[in-house]
């Protein structure tokens, strides 16, 4: 176990390797700004009290947030991304959480964002932000209250895109598996350029999306797809012609 104040990174960095953090418990921030890193981010069983934020920063590897030693990561005060800030894909695995939410401003891009497993975002804000892939939540528990992979909202603004997918189900694996979005927002001049798929056809596939509302000239590209162990609550469009089905 160790204790950190805080990890800067400024003024045109650069990281050539990766940085692992292993039931560590950072009691200020982890900040990127202007800077430039090739490796990977790793947290297990670890603890950011102020978040973590990327400003003008390009990491060309992975993040992955999880549990280890039996302890689950917390980030609080939100992950944040903005002025053309870039990652490569972003995993909360295990019963770890982002609290405050993960917001991506100002023409930032994620490649592939993935909750698995018990990992729990409240929020996922998109303004002026990219995700150049698949929105993946894959829980492996009942779904009580947050116990299985969860986001407790999404909304995109600002021609916002989400070029993939949207998949949410269990793991297909688990007893009961179970995963869950609340309420899917997209406004605007923004879109999924994929589908929206919940549930799946075999046993431990259930998902659940609270309800998805479209407005002005939001669109879902691929449709909206309700499979056997899917339940979608509410489905409000503005216009009735933006879905694709």
Not at 43 to 72: M, P, R, T, Y
Not at 89 to 97: I, R
Not at 202 to 223: D, F, K, Q
Request: proline content about 0%.
């Amino acid at each position: 176990n160790a204790n950190v104040g805080k990890i800067i990174v400024s003024n045109s960095a650069s990281i050539h390797g990766n940085i692992s953090l292993s039931s560590t418990r950072i009691t200020d921030k982890i900040s990127f700004d202007d800077s430039n890193m090739t490796g990977n981010i790793s947290l297990g069983g670890s603890q950011v009290a102020n978040g973590i934020s990327f400003d003008s920063s390009k990491i060309s590897g992975n993040i992955s947030i999880a549990a280890g030693s039996g302890v689950n990561s917390t980030i609080a005060n939100g992950v944040t991304l903005t002025n053309n800030s870039t990652i490569g894909d972003f995993t909360l695995d295990n019963g770890s959480s982002i609290l405050n939410g993960l917001t991506l401003s100002n023409d930032s891009t994620i490649t592939n964002l993935n909750v698995t497993k018990r990992g729990n975002i409240d929020e996922l804000l998109l303004s002026q932000g990219t995700i150049n892939g698949n929105l993946k939540v894959e829980g492996n528990a009942n779904g009580t209250d947050t116990n299985t992979a969860t986001i407790g909202e999404i909304t995109l603004t600002n021609n916002s895109t989400i070029t993939g997918n949207i998949s949410v189900k269990g793991d297909g694996a688990s007893n009961n598996a179970n995963a869950k979005i609340g309420n899917i927002t997209l406004g605007d001049n923004t879109g999924i350029g994929g589908s929206i798929a919940v549930g799946d056809s075999g046993s431990n596939t259930n998902g659940v999306i609270t309800g998805i509302t479209l407005n002005g000239n939001s669109t879902i590209a691929g449709g909206i797809i309700n499979n056997t162990n899917g339940n979608i609550g509410t489905i409000i469009s503005n216009t009735g012609t933006n879905i694709n089905n």
